[in-house]
């Protein structure tokens, strides 16, 4: 896969001043008990909610923290590691926060030592466990930190304080090696959570979802809307990660992009297919129709679910899955060979 796109590593930083301040303040205050926009932490008596390394383990601690510690144009630092979570649903569930803790802690010390500031940065983290908005595999866990580093660091050179910046550069770029530093982490850390083979599985993962899109080789199941310019639409499974899969559809974007749209989640890779047979049968009956199927499985219980899904054995294997062409007025238009 590509190493730029396993982990994100983004730094945002407050200004000194009463504005900034309660800005500051606030997103402290969010980021201790929120996960997300629409869910609140579940706090456990005796836990503590933030790791303290130096900036304070409350919101009140680390306000004070910061303004003791910031500069003249630097309240405090925010940074967010966010490993993706095509990666993660890899790691077993239990060991994923201590996978994220320990990533947090060897990135930020890492980031410090490659800069050559021997005595690093006091730093404060908590960890979130919200889940993913991706639309092409909404609700998967994307566990990831926020963390806290003052304005200024010490010097031993100095003998005080110095501010604390990053510099982006043509000489030097401090954010790229920010960034390194992550991907250097996640490499090494996948390897000894999940296996030495991890790349090779990510990459079998994807050559099966690239097999999967090309069902968008062959004639459209149907169309989303009543007029001619209504995007087409193809029934299809896409494995959402190792274990398991979701069926929907495929629709190219207004980009001319080829994205996956879910009906139903969560389901076993024969399921998915065998459900995205039975849609491609019934999209004669319309798109609302088949998302009507979709919320229909979505709220069964499990053993309603391998009940049908038992059924649905026996009707593929007597159904061929081939569905007339959709007729539409700009048909014999279409470029078929989208470049996959």
């Not at 005080?160 to 030097?172: A, D, G, M, T």
């Not at 990459?203 to 097999?211: F, G, P």
């Not at 639409?233 to 274990?243: H, K, L, M, P, S």
């Amino acid at each position: 896969m590509n190493r730029k796109q396993m982990c994100v590593a983004n730094l945002r930083y407050k200004r000194p001043g009463a504005s900034e301040a309660r800005q500051a303040r606030n997103l402290l205050g969010y980021l201790t008990y929120r996960e997300s926009r629409d869910e609140g932490v579940k706090l456990v008596a005796g836990v503590d909610r933030w790791a303290d390394h130096g900036m304070g383990g409350s919101v009140g601690e680390i306000v004070r923290r910061c303004g003791d510690l910031c500069s003249e144009h630097v309240l405090m630092f925010s940074l967010v590691i966010n490993p993706n979570p095509q990666l993660m649903a890899m790691v077993a569930p239990g060991q994923r926060e201590q996978f994220l803790r320990e990533l947090t802690r060897t990135t930020v010390d890492g980031f410090f030592e490659a800069r050559g500031i021997d005595s690093g940065a006091e730093f404060s983290y908590v960890i979130h466990h919200r889940s993913s908005e991706d639309p092409q595999a909404p609700g998967m866990h994307n566990p990831h930190s926020h963390v806290v580093l003052p304005g200024t660091i010490w010097s031993e050179e100095a003998g005080e304080r110095v501010p604390l910046y990053f510099s982006q550069n043509r000489k030097v770029d401090h954010i790229g090696m920010l960034h390194a530093v992550t991907e250097q982490n996640m490499t090494e850390m996948m390897g000894r959570y999940v296996g030495p083979d991890w790349e090779q599985r990510i990459d079998r993962l994807e050559a099966v979802r690239d097999a999967q899109k090309q069902i968008v080789r062959e004639k459209p199941h149907g169309v989303m809307g009543d007029d001619d310019f209504t995007p087409c639409f193809w029934c299809g499974a896409r494995q959402t990660d190792e274990q398991t899969s979701a069926a929907g559809y495929y629709v190219l974007s207004d980009s001319n992009d080829l994205e996956f749209r879910p009906f139903v989640r969560g389901l076993s890779h024969e399921e998915a297919e065998l459900l995205a047979r039975l849609m491609a049968l019934e999209a004669g009956s319309g798109f609302e129709y088949l998302k009507r199927i979709g919320t229909g499985i979505e709220q069964m219980t499990r053993k309603e679910r391998r009940a049908l899904f038992e059924e649905l054995r026996e009707v593929t294997t007597q159904r061929v899955y081939q569905q007339p062409p959709v007729e539409r007025r700009d048909e014999r238009e279409i470029e078929w060979d989208i470049g996959l």
